[in-house]
C-alpha cells in the first residue's frame, strides 16, 4: 500500500511537514485521530534513508497510537512525530525548532520521548510549546509504569492459564533486561516465579538478575525454551516465521512494542494453541502515566489505578478469544477501534 492509499485507507486526520533550514529540522508530525482527545505520541528521531520513509514510519506509528491510547481508556487521540536526523546532530536548536512545528498544531498534538529521544530533548522542546508530556518532575520515566503493567497482565495469563494469578512456580521466560524487563524481572521473582533470562547488553543487570535467582539462556535459545509464559521486551518483530515454529510456551507476554512481524504471526500463535497478550494493551503503562498530563492534573495514584486495569483488560481479551477462536491481535484492535467510534464509556 502507498503512503497516499495508507492515509485514505486509515483516515489520518492531519499530516503536517515542517523544514527550518537554519536549525536542521526536517519533521513530519501525522495526526492520526482526535476523536477522542488531543492526539499523543512521542517524537522518534532517526536518520530514514527517505522522505517516503519517514512518511509510512509516522503513519503506521501515530494510528497505533490511536489503538493504544484508546484501549488504555485515556480520553487522547493518537499522533507521531518523527525526525529525519542523524542521532549525533541532535541539539537545542533543532528541538526548539521541533516545539515551533507542535506548537502551530495548536494542541490538536502532544509529544513526548520515543526512540532516540531523551528528557533534554524535550525540555528543550518546551521552551517553544507546552503541548509535551513525560515532563522531568510531573510524570517522569515511563518505564515504572509499564513494568507493572507489564506484571500485571502477565498475572491475567497466569489467570486465564492456571486458574489462579499467582506466579509461585510459574516457568517465566523473559528476553531482554533493560529499563522495563529488569524492573519486571525483579517483581515477577518476588512474586515467586521461576525465571529465565537473556539480554544483549546490561550484563550488570544480568548478573544482578542472577543473583536474585534468575537463570540465564543464550538469546538465540529464549525462543525454545520450555516454559508458561515467554515475555519478550527487548525488540519488535521477535514472533516471525523463523521463531514461532520453536516455541514451547503456553502464552506469550511481554511488553515490546510491535511483537508480531504481521497479522499472520497472530494467526500462527493461535494454532499452536498459544495464548498472546496483545502488544498495544499489556505495554500501555507508559502512555497511561504520561498521558495524564495531557488531560488532567498529574495524580500518581490515578494512574495507578487505571494501569493495574490493564489486568482485567488482557484477560478479557484472552477469554474472548478462547470463545470465539479469533486471534487476541484482532480482538484487540477491534475493542480499541469500538472505543474510538463510540467514545470511552
Ligand atoms: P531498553 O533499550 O532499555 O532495553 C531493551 C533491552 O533489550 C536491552 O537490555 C537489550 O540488551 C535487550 N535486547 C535487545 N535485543 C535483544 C535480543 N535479541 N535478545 C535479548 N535481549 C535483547 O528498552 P526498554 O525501554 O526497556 O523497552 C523495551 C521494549 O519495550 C521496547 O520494544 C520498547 O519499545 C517497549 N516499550 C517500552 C516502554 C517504556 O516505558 N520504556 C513502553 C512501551 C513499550
Redesign the pocket.
Known sequence: MSNLEFIKTYGHEEVAFFQNEKAGLRAIIGVHSTKLGPALGGCRLYPYASLDDALFDVLRLSRGMSFKNAAAGLPLGGGKGVIIADPKAKCQDLFEAYGEAVDSLGGRYYTAED?NTTVQDMTWTMNKTKYVVGQDGVSGD??P??AIGGVDGIKAVAKFLFGSDSLKGVKIAL????????DMAKQLLDLGADLIV?????RK?MEEAKSWGAKEVP?AD?YSTECDILAP????A?LNYKTIPTLKCKAVAG???NQLLDDECGVMLKKKGIAYAPDFII?G???INAGQEAFTTYDKEKVLVQVHNIYNTVYNILEESKKTGEPEGVIAQRFAEERIKNGLK
Open positions: 526512540v515511563p518505564s509504569y509499564t528476553q531482554g533486561l533493560g529499563h522495563v524487563g529488569f537473556s539480554t544483549y547488553s546490561n543487570n538469546d529464549i521486551c527487548a525488540l519488535g521477535t511488553i515490546a512494542n505495554n503503562g507508559g502512555v
